[in-house]
Structures are given as C-alpha cells and as structure tokens.
C-alpha cells in the first residue's frame, strides 16, 4: 500500500526553488532513509511527504486509510537537539507521557495501557532508569532516545525522524537501526529517517532516497536505492 | 485588618489574580515572551487613553487594547520565527508611544492616569472583582481543559503542529487570554509593576521545580503568598501595595537563588556529585508488541 506519494513536485522558500521536479513514493511499513548533503532539502522533502508544506506545483497524495480523524498518525522527531528546550521543567517520564496526549484528546484519561505504553517506550531506548530525571540534566544522546521514546508513546502508523542520531556513540545507532528494522517488521510502523550517513544503516534500510544538486542548482530526487527485496526503486 | 471591606476585597483580587498570573508567567518564559506581560500593559495603557480621548469608558477601552495588542504579537510572531521578542519589542514601543501622544492630547487626564500607571488594590471597585473574577474562572477552565495542548504547544511548536494540535488557533487563544488577564490585573499593581505578578513566581518555578506540574504549583503558590504578605505588609507599614509585592516577589527569587547556590556549594562540599548530564548506556530493546508485564508507573 502506498502510504504518501509526491509526483513532479517544486517547492521554494521565497522565490526559489530549492526542490524541483520530485516524485517518488513511500510504501506502508518501509524503512526508507532519506540522505543528502547539508542544505539539500532533505528535511522540507520530509514535510512535504508529511503534508506540511503545500508544494508550489505538483502534487502530494496521502493515503486516507492511514488517517486517524483525518489527520496522519505521525510520530516525529525533530532535527535539531540543540532546540530542545533545556530549561523546561519536565521529567523524562511527563514528557513521554505528552507522547500519548495526541491519542487520548483533551478529557480521556491516562490509563493503564497508556502507562504500560510508556514504560514500553522508555525501556525500548534505554531510557527507563532516567525517568524521573529531569530533562535539563539529561546529555545530548540522551536528549535524543527521550524524544524517539516519546513518537513511540504515540504509537504512530509512521515514525518520521530527521537525523535522530546525533551524538549517539556507533554501538548506540546499531542498536537504534536494529530497534527501527524490528518496529516495521513486527510493528508494521513506517519509518522515514533523514540521515548523513546512510551506509551503517544499509543493512536495516529498505530503500535509500539520495537528494542531489542539478545543474540549475536546485534538488531533485534524482536516485532511490533498493536495499532489500520487499520494496522496489520509487524512479 | 480584614474587618475593613476594601481589604476583603482587596485580598479577593489579590487571590484571582495571583491563581492565573503566575501560571501565564510559566508558559510565557517558556516560549521566550517574558516581556509580553509588560508589553501588553503599555498597549492598554495606550487603549486607555484612546478611551479617555474619544469619550468611551477607559476601563474597556484599555481592556480590548491589551487584547488587540496580543492578537497583534501573535501575528507578528509568525513573521519573526526565529526572533521571538522582536515583535514584543515591537508592540511595546508602538503601545508606549501611542500613550504619550494621546495622553498629551487630553493634558487634564495625567493625574487620573497614575491611578493605571501604579494601581491601587485597595481601591478595588466591586465591578473590577468582577471582572477579574469572570477572567479568572475562564482562565482556570482554559488551562485545565487545554493542559495537554498547551504543555505539548510550550516544549515544541513544530512537534506539536505534526502530532495535530491547532497550533495557531491554540497560540492565538493564549494570547487573548494573556492580554484579558493583563488589563484585569492592571488595576491591582498597575501598568508599571503587572509583569511582576506574572514573571517573578514564574521564574521562581522555574528554577526550582523538577516537573511541569510542580512548576504551576510553585508559581501559583509563591505569587499568592507574595501577594497576601505584600498586602498585609503595605497596610501595616503603611507603603504602596503594588509596589510591596513585586518587591516581595523579588524576594523571594532572590532568595530562591540563593538557596540554589548554598545547596551547590554543600553538595560540592559533602563531595557528592553535583546535578550533570550522565553518559547514555542504556541500550535500545527491540520488544514485543505487547508482553502482558504488570508494569507500573508513579
């Protein structure tokens, strides 16, 4: 099932373009690493896919069966550590608890699956003995696990992560790339992870979407790598 | 002391205005709008006048100002992303230069005019308690239905936006609520000290809480002591409420502080190690989708 697909897209901040002419798909239940150089645009190709950003032309489809009271079951980690909130007087455990708060509304209660989904979270990125932390004191890795646990919590249909292995030690993203690969396997959860180094993540990979610099020096999609068999090149 | 009627009424305010205040202080700080709070009590300082020059009521008039002036904050927000306290720079000099030229239009006005500028709790009409009791309850019921969004809106707006929440109605809603809440309380301290209701329990909280919850509790409570014992203060030694308590507010930060610091220097002393970012050796756990674990949580 295709999940979101872009077809000849141009998107642009001001008046420039910086994506143009993309197309490509993403599969319910892939593993899809999205890679590039610095500034190539990879985290405004993830919003796009996303919905977030309304392309100049071209067209976005998201498919309806994975919308959850029309909106997509995201679960999203951001890019940027540094902009997490440092001084917000937060425990590990509230903030994963804030995970949950999408699917709960404004009045349901936090219940026991809800707790047990939480703690299910903490301990899947090592972060259970940390909980009553608070998350100024935590180290940047850290930071890090605390907001995949905290998607997780959501329990999204698709998990969006934009470089989220930053200042994490090599035997850490080992063990994160062997978390994601087990979460679409056993989970069906999509995943969709910008990353700069999509080589020791091969090996858990479906597919590498590489964004590189045309002539007109703008981006477009131009090579999708297959990286096991389940799914095929999007181009 | 509270057999007068002014004083009863004087500590109603003072409880209304001391259970919201301080809670706007803790969301404010923590989107990076400290200044908002003193902003929007220029821009109704300015509504005010603009009520006095064209006949309205002033009351009213500063009131819808300091509700425009957030609306307007919150629009100019979106066009500074990246610089969050330029648009509150912005409307605080607009607001602040607007009052002066309408104030000196009327020059007969400037007298009645320090009554906005340093309040006076003490002269509390019923209608004002009112007012703040009316702003008061909207805000308990806006900060408990919406505490969820709101605490998901403060740590990461672009999180939030993805997970679905209304982020500019959301946004939009807390900044009608802060300018209600502002020229309610206007009245109590005045234009000049109203941001001390609203950042000094704040950024208390702020340092010495360890969770969220504890942070609202902290703030609430040290805004409301602050502003009984600045009341009970100014009746008895007989000194400008407004005044008192931002000074007893500042005290007890202070204090705060430094309770912090002598904690940091004992810790060091007794050898233990101070509070810092630990190295992460936790490893990620691939689990079943559900393992049946009676699992518990504080």
């Not at chain 1, 509304?105 to 936090?110: E, I, K, S």
């Not at chain 1, 899947?124 to 997780?152: N, T, Y």
């Not at chain 1, 329990?155 to 062997?178: A, I, K």
């Not at chain 2, 057999?3 to 009424?9: E, G, T, V």
Request: proline fraction near 4%; glycine fraction near 10%; charge should be neutral.
């Amino acid at each position: 099932m295709i999940l979101s697909s872009l077809e000849n897209v141009v998107f642009g901040y001001s008046d420039k373009p910086v994506i143009d002419g993309v197309s490509l798909e993403i599969h319910a239940g892939e593993f899809v690493g999205i890679t590039g150089p610095n500034g190539a645009a990879k985290t405004t190709l993830l919003k796009l896919l996303l919905g977030l950003l309304k392309p100049w032309s071209g067209s976005v489809r998201i498919n309806e069966e994975v919308l959850v009271d029309s909106r997509l079951n995201v679960g999203y980690v951001p890019q940027q550590v540094a902009a997490f909130n440092s001084g917000f007087p937060s425990r590990v455990l509230e903030l994963v608890k804030s995970g949950c708060y999408p699917r709960l509304g404004l009045f349901r209660r936090f219940g026991a699956e809800e707790r047990q989904i939480v703690e299910r979270s903490l301990k899947q990125v090592g972060m259970w003995e940390h909980r009553d932390r608070k998350i100024g004191e935590l180290s940047g890795g850290q930071k890090q696990r605390i907001c995949i646990a905290r998607a997780l919590a959501g329990q999204p249909r698709v998990l969006v992560l934009d470089e989220p292995t930053t200042g994490m030690d090599q035997q850490s993203r080992q063990g994160f790339y062997q978390l994601l690969r087990h979460m679409t396997d056993q989970h069906g959860l999509t995943v969709i992870m910008v990353t700069h180094g999509p080589e020791e993540a091969e090996t858990y990979l479906d597919r590498i979407i590489s964004l590189e610099q045309q002539e007109s020096e703008e981006w477009q999609c131009l090579t999708t790598r297959s990286c096991s068999v389940r799914f095929g090149p999007a181009l | 002391m509270l057999d007068y009627a002014f004083m009863q009424r004087a500590f109603w305010a003072g409880a209304l205005i001391g259970s919201i205040a301080p809670i706007i202080g803790v969301f404010l700080m923590l989107r990076r709008q400290a200044l908002m709070a003193d902003t929007l009590s220029h821009v109704s300082l300015a509504g005010v006048a603009l009520g006095a020059v064209l006949g309205w009521n002033p009351a009213v008039a500063g009131f819808v100002a300091a509700i425009l002036g957030g609306l307007l904050i919150e629009q100019l927000r979106r066009s500074y992303r990246a610089y969050s306290e330029v648009p509150v720079a912005i409307v605080m000099t607009s607001g602040l230069a607007l009052a002066v030229v309408l104030m000196s239009l009327r020059s007969n006005l400037s007298q009645s005019f320090s009554a906005y500028l340093f309040g006076s709790i003490v002269a509390v009409s019923d209608t004002q308690l009112v007012l703040m009791a009316g702003v008061a309850l909207l805000g308990a019921m806006y900060f408990i239905v919406l505490r969820r969004p709101l605490y998901s809106l403060t740590f990461d707006e672009e999180t939030a936006r993805i997970s679905g929440i209304p982020v500019t109605w959301l946004s939009f809603s807390f900044a009608v609520f802060t300018g209600m809440a502002v020229a309610a309380a206007i009245p109590i301290v005045g234009v000049l000290l109203v941001s001390s209701l609203i950042v000094l329990p704040a950024s208390l909280a702020l340092r010495l809480a360890r969770g969220f919850a504890a942070a609202i509790m902290i703030a609430v409570a040290s805004g409301l002591t602050g502003i009984f014992s600045g009341l009970t203060a100014s009746y008895y030694l007989d000194m400008p409420p407004g005044g008192t308590i931002a000074l007893i507010l500042l005290l007890f930060l202070l204090a705060g502080i430094a309770g912090q610091k002598v904690r940091g220097w004992m810790a060091r002393k007794n050898g233990r190690r101070a509070t810092r970012p630990e190295r992460d050796n936790g490893e990620f756990i691939s689990m079943p989708a559900k393992d049946g674990e009676s699992l518990s949580l504080e």
